[in-house]
């Protein structure tokens, strides 16, 4: 069960984000609005959430996730792949050391997006992606054997992140969508395939119990609702246009 969550909130320079998805710019005051409702729907599924103020500095600085992995017994700070995104990190190790006795350190030539990595349990999942190398990955790994967790490494080769197309939501399911449906290393879980035209709900998250995921794709939400998972949508539309989606927008631990 998580109890905490950590966010930031989206500056005006959200608007010179990275972005792949052509969508246009998001319109930031609508933006606001929709990561007030975020949080909102965080306390709702019973978190305590920490909002760290604007970064304008750092475009991309509200997807807190990609900066840190947060395990049961360390904090990893990554070193994400895109180099506008390094500076985020001082920040949040420092955040982190209010919650964390340990905290471990990704270093170069070792890149990590903490989005191309899925927990299961005690095991990790992480995706070979354009902002996720091996140096990293096996670094990651070496942490997470160093307090008694394990690691292996998919290989990416249609998304970003490896959480943009598949969610893992306890209970043995895993939400999967594209490449991922057919993936030899979940072929041991209930995969629920999400259909290529709502592809964008793949990247849902389950907090306690209850699974968020994006407003607007009905055949994704009746499918998980048909698993028993109670099921909150969020509208992240503005953060969709910079390749963001809910695991994004927060680290929950």
């Given at each position: ?7 930031r909130k ?58 840190a992995l ?115 290393e979940f ?67």
């Amino acid at each position: 069960m998580f109890k905490i969550a950590i966010v930031r909130k989206p500056g005006k320079s959200m608007l010179k984000g990275l972005t792949t998805a052509e969508l246009g710019l998001p319109d930031y005051e609508n933006a606001l609005v929709q990561h007030a409702e975020y949080i909102k729907v965080l306390k709702e599924c019973g978190l305590e959430v920490m909002v760290l103020e604007e970064d304008e500095k750092h475009p991309d600085s509200t997807f807190v996730e990609d900066t840190a992995l947060l395990t049961r017994e360390c904090a990893i700070i990554t070193n994400p792949g895109a180099l506008s995104r390094r500076g985020e990190i001082i920040e949040i190790k420092n955040v982190l050391k209010e919650y964390y006795s340990y905290i471990e350190e990704v270093q170069e030539p070792g890149t990590v997006d903490a989005g191309d990595i899925m927990m299961v349990g005690s095991h990790f999942y992480i995706g070979l992606s354009e902002r996720t190398n091996e140096k990293g990955a096996e670094q990651v790994v070496e942490y997470l054997e160093k307090y008694g967790m394990r690691g292996s490494t998919v290989n990416l080769e249609e998304v970003l992140h490896l959480k943009t197309g598949v969610a893992y939501l306890e209970r043995n399911n895993l939400v999967a969508c594209g490449e991922f449906i057919s993936k030899e290393e979940f072929q041991g879980f209930n995969i629920l395939e999400i259909d290529k035209d709502e592809s964008y709900a793949a990247n849902c998250i389950w907090v306690n119990d209850t699974v968020l995921i994006p407003r607007g794709f009905p055949k994704a939400k009746e499918m998980i609702k048909s698993e028993g998972y109670a099921v909150k949508e969020v509208d992240v539309s503005e953060f969709r246009k910079l390749d963001g989606g809910l695991s994004c927008l927060s680290l929950r631990f």
